[in-house]
């Protein structure tokens, strides 16, 4: 199966400060994803990217970056963390048909 | 204002019963669902696709399209109480690369 791996997997940071979430996937796919899940929101789109090099807002991109140095990896940057940050966030990437296959998600708390 | 919405928030079934589980798109743009399932504490899988209008069936699982309502549906015969999870029904228009997720339905399969 697809393997997507993400770390860290649990982070506690503070007001303000940078935080930098990594994925990684050895499945050859072209297309990553950043999604956020909260409550009654189900999975939001942060940022996608198409290929190395290439970065794609989503649904919610205001205060995230997003960052693909190669096919491999795919990262997740907060440059100043805030309270309504904390989340679980889901990191995939896009098979065959589209098929998104899950990291086993970051949960990030901001104090 | 979400592009994907999922019904009933939450739902009770008894083992052996029929759960079933509805999604519409209000983005008339929408063309390809998927249905995902989480179980609590894990990351979504892909359970299955549909693209063409009609009827899908993989065991137990059933899922109908209707592409001029831009609704689906998935049904779940014989529920076990392994497949009580979070079910996220997922969409994509225009961008094909692109899947917004609805709020998902959360099933309890009750033995």
């Known amino acids: 199966e697809a393997a997507v791996t993400q770390s860290p997997r649990n982070k506690v940071a503070v007001t303000g400060g940078k935080v930098t979430l990594s994925c990684n996937q050895t499945?050859?796919?072209?297309?990553m994803y950043w999604y956020r899940q909260d409550t009654g929101h189900g999975l939001r789109l942060i940022h996608y990217?198409?290929?190395?090099?290439?970065?794609e807002k989503g649904d919610i991109p205001d205060g995230y970056k997003a960052s693909r140095p190669s096919q491999e990896n795919f990262s997740l940057i907060l440059e100043l963390a805030t309270p309504s940050q904390t989340s679980v966030y889901f990191c995939?990437?896009?098979?065959?048909?589209?098929?998104?296959?899950f990291g086993a998600g970051t949960r990030l708390s901001v104090l | 204002q979400q592009k994907v919405q999922q019904s009933p928030e939450s739902l009770i079934v008894p083992e052996g019963g029929m759960a079933s589980l509805n999604c519409t798109s209000s983005?008339?743009?929408?063309?390809y669902f998927w249905w995902y399932r989480q179980h609590s504490g894990k990351s979504p899988k892909m359970l299955m696709?549909?693209?063409?209008?009609g009827e899908k069936e993989e065991g137990r699982f059933t899922v109908h399209l209707n592409k001029a309502s831009l609704h689906t549906s998935l049904h779940i015969r014989d529920s076990q109480p392994s497949d009580s999870a979070l079910y996220l029904c997922?969409?994509?228009?225009?961008?094909?690369?692109?899947?917004?997720f609805g709020s998902g339905t959360k099933l309890t399969v009750e033995p």
């Open positions: 995939a990437s896009g098979g065959t048909k589209n098929t998104l296959y």
């Open positions: 499945n050859n796919h072209n297309n």
């Open positions: 990217s198409y290929g190395a090099g290439s970065t």
């Open positions: 983005d008339r743009n929408v063309d």
């Open positions: 696709s549909i693209f063409s209008n």
């Open positions: 997922a969409a994509s228009g225009s961008n094909y690369n692109v899947l917004y």
